[in-house]
């Protein structure tokens, strides 16, 4: 079984006041080497299942692809990755940066950046989801730690007060310059590296990128996206968090696709949904806990 820290008592008031400032904030101490340990190892083999029979080397790769590698719902179907996307030490955290009572999972993802990988282009992740409101946070998590030279992220102070909710899209290898529009033109990216154990969040609407890999070992980052309990779709773009639900337009989202994420009972995980994109093909070596 995975043992799991104590809910943070280092979220200070003084981090809360910073998120709301500048939208990021790097809170210490949320993993333990153990625990880091044996997720890395979980979400490395999930990775490794979902990217079996590409073997493409990195510049045969789109521009897109080039950023990282992508592996969403992975807590959908590796049990071993399920007690990290819903860490009660990650979740209570996210939770009480946006202030809120109770949050949902929109969904979790691997962001895997090869040696040599590219940077990750400029944008808000707002506009990517349909949710009407804005209660949304992402937790980024690097296994290794993160630095400058390995892909650390930048995050645009205070970009998310702005009442900017711009969609760039970064899937077609040419995105728009975001950083030299009118408004965005007069801030300057933070660097942030992240020390082991510590995990970053930034809001949906923080605007932020994150450097080229240069080193050669991979950045291994696994991140989980939550939102405020009780929000709901807000228009007809689509996205498997509320079509796979059948969740419509102005309805609350709320289903088994994204179940509460805190609070919840110690040790209580949420099964995955019945429609789950891997239904049927739940890998039990694939980050399985011992």
């Not at 209570?92 to 962001?111: F, G, M, N, Y």
């Amino acid at each position: 079984m995975t043992t799991v820290t104590p809910t943070p008592s280092n979220l200070s008031e003084h981090l809360v006041a910073a998120f709301g400032r500048d939208g990021f904030v790097v809170v210490p101490d949320l993993l333990t080497e153990a625990e880091l340990q044996q997720f890395g190892a979980a979400v490395d083999k999930g990775v490794e299942v979902r990217s079996r029979g590409d073997a493409r080397q990195l510049a045969e790769k789109t521009r897109y692809e080039q950023s990282f590698i992508q592996c969403q719902n992975l807590w959908e179907d590796c049990p071993g990755v399920r007690p990290l996307t819903f860490h009660p030490a990650v979740t209570e955290t996210a939770a009480r940066l946006l202030q809120v009572e109770s949050i949902r999972l929109w969904h979790d993802q691997a962001l895997y950046k090869e040696p040599g990988g590219r940077e990750t282009d400029p944008h808000q992740d707002q506009p990517y989801w349909p949710i009407a409101e804005t209660g949304t946070i992402t937790a980024w998590i690097p296994f290794d730690g993160s630095t400058l030279e390995s892909g650390a992220m930048g995050y645009l102070p205070g970009s998310h007060l702005l009442g900017i909710r711009k969609f760039v899209n970064i899937f077609s290898g040419h995105p728009e310059d975001v950083l030299a529009s009118e408004a965005l033109r007069d801030l300057s990216p933070v660097y942030v590296e992240v020390p082991r154990g510590a995990v970053a969040f930034h809001g949906g609407l923080t605007f932020h990128l994150a450097r080229p890999n240069q080193t050669d070992r991979v950045r291994r980052v696994h991140t989980a996206i939550y939102f405020r309990d009780g929000s709901v779709r807000g228009s007809e773009f689509p996205h498997p968090s509320v079509d796979r639900a059948g969740i419509r337009l102005h309805e609350v989202i709320a289903s088994a696709v994204t179940p509460i994420a805190w609070p919840r009972s110690p040790g209580d995980l949420p099964a995955p949904p019945v429609n789950s994109l891997t239904a049927g093909h739940e890998d039990e070596d694939a980050g399985a806990t011992p």
